[in-house]
């Protein structure tokens, strides 16, 4: 039961009710299950199909950048604010983001002799199936489906068990014009359905061009088929089998006959279709467990969280929440697909708000869980996105701003990398290829894949660096100045006048030369590591030499703007100043304790003076920044509070809590955002493990209300897979370390209440020197002082 969500009632919400849907997905084509008996809706999508995008030429306005930097620095900041943004608007460039367009639904109508009774709705995360059961009169009937990862198809499967037989209707249609936030200017047109005896054939077409739908054969045992007016009728059947295939682009005719073709090369089975799938889902899925040996595990997600409402989020919920965060992403990327964006491949809206890759906080949020998850092939997904928009992303550097290298826009859509929102906040953020470029290094780290280093990490970084180098100017005090800069999506708080009130253009933002320190640094420490780039590496170690120091300010706290014209501004949900310790690893307690008691105070900042202006992301954020400095509790906390107040009851996280019950910004509408899902999964495993090459911190936030369980293998930097378990009261910990990349010296980092390692010499702060890691397994005793276990939850790790 640890990794199924129960539902005790149907999608229900009047408008929008595919966000209270159950979720399935193989990476490519998703389907999102509202659980109705009499009427049910299946909302189909796939990772390929968007529409309503522009994408004119972007015009050359980087002659603008010098008097957007002398009114900048001359602090006439409100009218540099708008120099780039105007320049665009006059030479009449007016671009529109895609956004993702709903396959359509797949309707099933069956009559009820009585009134349902023993509903349930249930995901079943291990094996990808949704499962809704209830029964009529003396029947039982159960509907089954699966989105299967190796035969591209959902799966859908009707059974009874009792005297009563099948009886249904099916039918493919447009999805639900009502089943959204606001209508849109254009529809899809040209709908059509065709029906044989036993499939449907359906298609429309965007506005702008191109065909998209679906292909649906239908198996009964026993009973009959017949085709209707809209759809095909089952009637006395046993067990009925649905298998559809979609269609993002391509004519409809070829498409449907392609699809036929396919789905007639399939088992008629839903066993045998399901065992490839879930040994497939399952290899992802099961790459690491996590098990607080939590109670309530049978209890319905609607119980579970109204535990959470009270005050803090049960063990079962925490388990549940973990591993749907992981469901999610295994369920909506694959190697070679899309990447997953904010909605997954479960958006119900014609014109998603914010249903993009958003690039300064959101997509990464949503893969930090991927490597140290050990599932690291989900990244690929990232890289073969950006590489393929690389010649948009270097037009960008080169027309905005006149450098080298690439600029990546804060949000982006398949298709095209051009900058398509001309807001001030969004043009002036620099950092998008250098945050990016972090996972690519972290990829390697991770993995040891020297080849990818060669061929892609380094190239790319090498891309960012260059835009850096054209993009910095150099100060009167001898360091770079980044200007317009930007750091998101804040107000300083000397031009803040509250929610609302906006001027985000800057200089010095912190964020800006953290990670360019970041990028500069990887990217010398890899060309070392593969040879390549030698005449470059002096260059590279001289700009380093000229990134600003950071600073903090009259509180302690670290500085958002290193400009003495900016002041901080705690009312904010971003935490980007915060990048040098998560999820960067520059600074530590150990070697720089009060630049890393500034970054602490930053934080803290943030939760007690900005509590109103959070979001479901920024705790789930947050959570990871305080597991990252070693505060269990305080992560957990932010876990707690994100539970009460953006987690619907099929537990999608949401940008905002929709009650107005005091915790995050208030706003008409609260949009599904799935990346306070991953983030919620990358927070319990920073809770369980920091690592950097040759170095391991485990339980470095264990928080004090877990006091037992188990988790892992979680893959550290180095390639070392990591499994442990603990059990505080107990004084025990168990410790099981493999290398991926051969035998290496490991430095252990443990537990203050560690107390001895039998075989091994304990340290001072509980370092265990030198211990030996190879491909073979290599399991340690660890005891506890049960005695100081309730200061688990504030580790001083380094």
Known sequence: MKNTIIMNYPASWWRGRWRDALPAGNGRIGASVYGGVHEETVLLNHGELWWNGRTPPLPDVSAKLDETRRLLLAGETCRADRVLADALAEEGYEPRMSAPLPVGDLKLFMPQSAAFQDYSRRLHMDTGEISVDWTDGQTRYARRLFVSRTADAIVYELNRAGPASITAQIRLQLHDRQDFRKPVAAWPVAEELQITDNRLFYAAQKPEGGDFGAVAKVVCRSGSIRPAADGLVMEEADSVLILVK????????????????????????????????????????????????????????????????????????????????????????????????????????????????????????????????????????????????????????????????????????????????????????????????????????????????????????????????????????????????????????????????????????????????????????????????????????????????????????????????????????????????????????SGQPELFGGFVKAVEKRLVLGLKEQSGWSLAHMANNYARMGQGDEALECLDILSRSCVLPNLFTLHNDWRGMGIGVDMEWAPVQLDANMGWSSAVHEMLLFSKPGELHILPALPSRWRRGKAGPLLARGGVECSLSWDTEAGRMELELRSRQGGQQIELHLPPTAAAVPGYTLGAKGVVSKVAVGEAPLRLEIRLDSESTGQAGRHQHG
């Not at 958006?347 to 708000?353: F, K, V």
């Open 246 to 589: 979609l269609f993002a682009s391509g004519g409809r005719e070829e498409m449907w006959g392609k699809l036929a073709e396919e789905l007639d090369r399939l088992p008629e089975s839903y066993e045998e279709l399901l065992v490839p799938h879930k040994n497939e889902h399952g290899r992802l899925f099961h790459a690491m467990e996590f098990d607080l040996n939590a109670e309530g595990r049978e209890l319905s997600a609607e119980q579970l969280l109204m535990q959470a409402y009270r005050g803090q989020a049960p063990d079962a919920l925490m388990e549940k929440m973990w591993a749907f965060g992981r469901y999610l992403l295994v369920s909506a990327t694959r190697a070679e697909g899309q990447p997953c964006h904010l909605y997954g491949l479960w958006c119900g809206e014609y014109d998603g708000l914010w249903a993009f890759h958003m690039v300064n906080e959101n997509l990464q949020m949503m893969y930090w869980q991927a490597l140290s998850g050990n599932m690291p092939e989900l990244l690929l997904a990232v890289f073969g996105y950006m590489e393929e928009l690389l010649e948009d992303f270097r037009i960008n550097a080169r027309q905005l701003f006149g450098c080298r290298g690439i600029y990546i826009p804060a949000p982006t859509a398949p298709g095209s990398g051009l900058l398509k929102h001309k807001h001030p906040h969004i043009l002036h953020w620099t950092g998008g290829a250098g945050w990016i470029s972090q996972h690519y290094y972290d990829y390697y780290l991770h993995t040891g894949d020297m080849e990818f280093l060669r061929n892609r990490a380094l190239p790319f970084m090498r891309e960012a660096a260059l835009f850096y180098e054209d993009f910095f100017t150099l100060g009167e005090d001898g360091y770079w100045v980044s200007a317009p800069s930007n750091s998101p999506e804040n107000t300083p708080g000397n031009y803040w006048q509250g929610p609302g009130h906006s001027m985000e253009t800057t200089v010095n933002a912190t964020m800006d030369f953290a990670i360019a320190r970041e990028l500069f640094t990887n990217l010398a420490e890899g060309a070392a590591a593969a040879g390549c780039y030698g005449e470059e590496l002096p260059r590279w170690r001289a700009f380093l030499e000229r990134i600003p120091p950071y600073q903090l300010n009259e509180d302690g706290a670290v500085r958002e703007w290193m400009h003495p014209g900016f002041l901080d501004n705690y009312h904010h949900r971003h935490q980007s100043h915060l990048y040098p310790v998560f999820p960067g690893t520059e600074v530590a307690r």
